[in-house]
């Protein structure tokens, strides 16, 4: 029995670009209709992304915390870790996002139809479940469905022990040895979680930086922590083979430290891939690349006029916060608003403990592409309140326009990095340069006055720290 729905707006996929557009058009007075597979709403970011790592990585700092505390003479007992109640805990968060987002869903009239949705023509879609089937008839249509985890070819992804980010946030049980594969932020923040839990953490790499594409001085000053945490940082080297045996996983390496070692568990944090090859875009005449890419223009349009695109399957950054405000883009430009996405910088933060954060322009990209820049570096060593909470291996690197004077980058690393990078990302937005910042009266001690300090460096008034 197929069921018929008309909508004005048809949102196919409820992650936080799907979620934030189908709320904002039915703000403007649209008849929405917001397509899930699953049964909450929120995509990977709610359900097995963003929130549950971070409610894992809270706990994580909260244990290496205590474990710093014994420079200032206070030594705790060794963490006694209940895995259920940590579990529970962390669903909690999530079933409690979920479920406001299905209330929210509700208060603003948006259908939600559970099922997995494919285009029939260019203004059809047909949503499958168990329950049956849905024809939904639509005006308009905005493409969120997202992306999924990369896996390896050849690998044993079907034995528990290898695990994808969803199976490590699931945290089944504490390894002993745990191989993370892919030197990426999901990969690191995964580490982050375990090794405080008490697993044995070793990393490998394909590229010959953790984070690639971050700025190597950031990634140096994390490095200076983990890499004393971690039992190896395999850089410059590939997995070439993996197999299940009753020992573990065994895993061989080629490149730099080519060997063999065996884990009890190993996490594949290689990437996502976006979703696009699965919605049948085709029959809607939607053009989708060969990775699943779709490609929209800053209206977020596809090259079918009354169909959108937005989040991890139209490619760029693949973060929560840019979806949302694509999502919000493809919604006002529906409504007939002249909306576009042309953010001057989009953060990245990896909230590994310290924590990573950078947006604008970095100073490789700089280098490769000829751009000229002034550079403030204000090492946290010199920062009271930095030394007082026992990380002096943070940093805030700031570059500039040496012409403007504007900010066109910064980076930040240390606890919170994520919060302070907020304010540069502010003062990119409105053009601030370095007078701007470094003449804003920031608040002593804290950990956000180390943005002025750096923008005094690059101004050259300070010049001399120690
Ligand atoms: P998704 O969240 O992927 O949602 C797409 C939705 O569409 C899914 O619910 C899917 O079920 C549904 N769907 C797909 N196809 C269909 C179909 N045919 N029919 C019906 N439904 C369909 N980003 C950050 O900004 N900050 C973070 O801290 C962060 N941490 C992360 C941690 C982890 C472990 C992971 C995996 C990701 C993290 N991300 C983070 C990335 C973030 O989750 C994504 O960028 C974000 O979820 C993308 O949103 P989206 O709306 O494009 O798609």
Same mark, same amino acid.
């Given at each position: 029995?197929?069921?018929?729905?008309?909508?004005?707006?048809?949102?196919?996929?409820?992650?936080?670009?799907?979620?934030?557009?189908?709320?904002?058009?039915?703000?403007?007075?649209?008849?929405?209709?917001?397509?899930?597979?699953?049964?909450? *709403?929120?995509?990977?970011?709610?359900?097995?992304? !963003?929130? =549950?790592? @971070?409610?894992?990585?809270?706990? #994580?700092?909260?244990?290496?915390?205590?474990?710093?505390?014994?420079?200032?003479?206070?030594?705790?007992?060794?963490?006694?870790?209940?895995?259920? @109640?940590?579990?529970?805990?962390?669903?909690?968060?999530?079933?409690?996002?979920?479920?406001?987002?299905?209330?929210?869903?509700?208060? $603003?009239?948006?259908?939600?139809?559970?099922?997995?949705?494919?285009?029939?023509? =260019?203004?059809?879609?047909?949503?499958?479940?168990? +329950?049956?089937?849905?024809?939904?008839?639509?005006?308009? !249509?905005?493409?969120? !469905?997202?992306?999924?985890?990369? $896996?390896?070819?050849?690998?044993?992804?079907?034995?528990?022990?290898?695990?994808?980010?969803?199976?490590?946030?699931?945290?089944?049980?504490?390894?002993? $040895?745990?191989?993370?594969?892919?030197?990426?932020?999901?990969?690191?923040?995964?580490?982050?979680?375990?090794?405080?839990?008490?697993?044995?953490?070793?990393?490998?790499?394909?590229?010959?930086?953790?984070?690639?594409? !971050?700025? %190597?001085?950031?990634?140096?000053?994390?490095?200076?922590?983990? &890499?004393?945490? /971690?039992?190896?940082?395999?850089?410059?080297?590939?997995?070439?083979?993996?197999?299940?045996?009753?020992?573990?996983?065994?895993?061989?390496?080629? &490149?730099?430290?080519?060997?063999?070692?065996? /884990?009890?568990?190993?996490?594949?944090?290689?990437?996502? $891939?976006?979703?696009?090859?699965?919605?049948?875009?085709?029959? +809607?005449?939607?053009?989708?690349?060969?990775?699943?890419?779709?490609?929209?223009?800053?209206?977020?349009?596809?090259?079918? %006029?009354?169909?959108?695109?937005?989040?991890?399957?139209?490619?760029?950054?693949?973060?929560?916060?840019?979806?949302?405000?694509?999502? @919000?883009?493809? +919604?006002?430009?529906?409504?007939?608003?002249?909306?576009?996405?042309?953010?001057?910088?989009?953060?990245?933060?990896?909230?590994?403990?310290?924590?990573? +954060?950078?947006? &604008?322009?970095?100073?490789?990209?700089?280098?490769?592409? &000829?751009?000229?820049?002034?550079?403030?570096?204000?090492?946290?060593?010199?920062?009271?309140?930095?030394?007082?909470?026992?990380?002096?291996?943070?940093?805030?690197?700031? *570059?500039?326009?040496?012409?403007? @004077?504007?900010?066109?980058?910064?980076?930040?690393?240390? %606890?919170?990095?994520?919060?302070?990078?907020?304010?540069?990302?502010?003062?990119?937005?409105?053009?601030?340069? /370095?007078?701007?910042?470094?003449?804003?009266?920031?608040?002593? =001690?804290?950990?956000?006055?180390?943005?002025?300090? #750096? #923008?005094?460096?690059?101004?050259?008034?300070?010049?001399?720290?120690?």
């Amino acid at each position: 029995e197929t069921s018929e729905i008309l909508a004005e707006v048809a949102v196919l996929g409820a992650g936080p670009g799907g979620y934030t557009a189908a709320f904002r058009a039915a703000d403007l007075g649209k008849k929405v209709v917001l397509i899930e597979r699953y049964p909450t *709403l929120g995509g990977v970011c709610l359900n097995v992304g !963003c929130i =549950p790592s @971070k409610a894992l990585l809270h706990t #994580a700092s909260i244990i290496e915390e205590a474990k710093d505390m014994s420079a200032m003479g206070v030594t705790f007992a060794p963490p006694e870790i209940d895995l259920d @109640k940590m579990r529970a805990g962390k669903d909690k968060v999530v079933a409690r996002l979920t479920g406001g987002l299905k209330a929210l869903a509700k208060q $603003r009239k948006v259908q939600v139809v559970q099922g997995t949705g494919r285009f029939e023509s =260019p203004n059809r879609l047909v949503v499958e479940s168990p +329950a049956g089937r849905t024809r939904i008839t639509f005006d308009q !249509c905005i493409i969120a !469905c997202g992306s999924s985890p990369m $896996r390896i070819p050849g690998f044993p992804h079907e034995d528990p022990r290898v695990m994808d980010s969803t199976g490590a946030l699931e945290i089944a049980d504490i390894p002993k $040895r745990l191989l993370i594969v892919g030197g990426g932020i999901i990969g690191l923040e995964m580490a982050s979680v375990y090794h405080a839990l008490g697993t044995e953490i070793e990393v490998v790499e394909l590229k010959p930086q953790l984070i690639p594409g !971050c700025d %190597p001085d950031l990634v140096r000053a994390l490095t200076k922590v983990i &890499g004393k945490r /971690y039992k190896r940082i395999l850089l410059e080297t590939k997995v070439e083979k993996m197999a299940a045996t009753s020992d573990g996983i065994q895993v061989v390496f080629a &490149g730099k430290h080519a060997g063999e070692a065996t /884990y009890d568990k190993v996490l594949v944090a290689i990437g996502r $891939r976006p979703n696009g090859r699965l919605i049948k875009a085709e029959a +809607a005449g939607v053009e989708v690349d060969e990775h699943g890419f779709i490609a929209t223009d800053a209206h977020m349009r596809t090259n079918v %006029p009354h169909i959108f695109a937005i989040g991890d399957v139209v490619g760029g950054p693949m973060l929560a916060h840019k979806a949302t405000h694509e999502g @919000k883009v493809a +919604a006002e430009v529906i409504a007939g608003q002249p909306a576009l996405f042309d953010p001057l910088a989009i953060p990245s933060v990896a909230y590994t403990d310290p924590e990573v +954060a950078f947006m &604008g322009l970095t100073e490789t990209e700089a280098k490769a592409k &000829g751009i000229a820049y002034e550079k403030g570096v204000f090492p946290w060593a010199a920062s009271g309140r930095a030394l007082g909470i026992h990380r002096e291996e943070g940093l805030t690197k700031l *570059l500039f326009d040496p012409e403007t @004077k504007r900010l066109l980058g910064a980076g930040i690393v240390g %606890p919170n990095a994520g919060e302070l990078i907020g304010e540069a990302v502010l003062a990119l937005e409105l053009g601030a340069d /370095y007078e701007d910042i470094g003449l804003t009266i920031h608040p002593h =001690p804290t950990l956000n006055e180390t943005i002025a300090l #750096a #923008a005094e460096m690059a101004h050259g008034s300070i010049t001399d720290l120690m």
